[in-house]
């Protein structure tokens, strides 16, 4: 992860400062970073998802705000390849895929799974989410039906989301 200051967090078994020096490559004012990590117990790639947690922008099932990394594990035996985030929702995307791991730019998150499936959580005034014009927010990740299962990367804006096919 990297701050807003330019500083760096990774994850091993737990959360470390890295060293300025590895990080002293311009990385000031970047607003997104690409990351993936292997459970080796699963093999699996998950979300660790921090911050506020208005209409359930952030997938764990509630409304609260999150001051330390949560991990959003409703995704089942699939694995995330990718995360967008937009004004007040997150897309997730699944798939197996040779394309590299990477968070997309953008403001509501979705999720990419390693299916190629894209599942949504979050605010849903402008039909962001995908899901169904009744439902003005949901605070679980739920899957976008009518997308192909080969969607490569995912696109979240202030009150839209897109998908790419590959």
């Known amino acids: 992860m990297l701050t807003v200051r330019g500083g760096g967090y990774a994850r091993g078994t737990q959360l470390t400062r890295l060293r ?9 004012g970047r607003r ?10 699963e093999g699996k790639r998950f979300a660790a ?17 999150q001051w330390r990394p949560a991990f959003c ?6 694995s995330l390849r990718g995360i967008a985030c937009g004004g007040a929702h997150t897309l997730f995307l699944t798939g197996f895929s040779i394309a590299s791991n990477r968070l997309i730019n953008g403001h509501p998150p979705l999720f990419l799974t390693e299916t190629g499936c894209v599942y ?13 014009d009744d439902k ?3 605070t679980e990740p739920l899957k976008v039906l009518g997308l192909p299962n080969e969607i490569i990367k995912i696109y979240a804006g202030y009150h839209h989301s897109s998908a790419i096919t590959g």
């Open 73 to 78: 594990s409703v995704f089942g035996n699939e």
């Open 49 to 65: 998802v921090w911050g506020n947690g208005d209409y359930g922008r952030l997938g764990l099932g509630s409304l609260e705000s």
């Open 20 to 28: 300025s020096m590895i990080l002293g490559l311009g990385l000031r």
């Open 136 to 138: 003005s927010y949901t």
């Open 120 to 132: 949504t959580t979050g605010l849903n005034d402008f039909g962001q989410l995908g899901i169904s």
């Open 32 to 41: 997104t970073i690409s990351s993936g990590e292997e459970r080796p117990s």
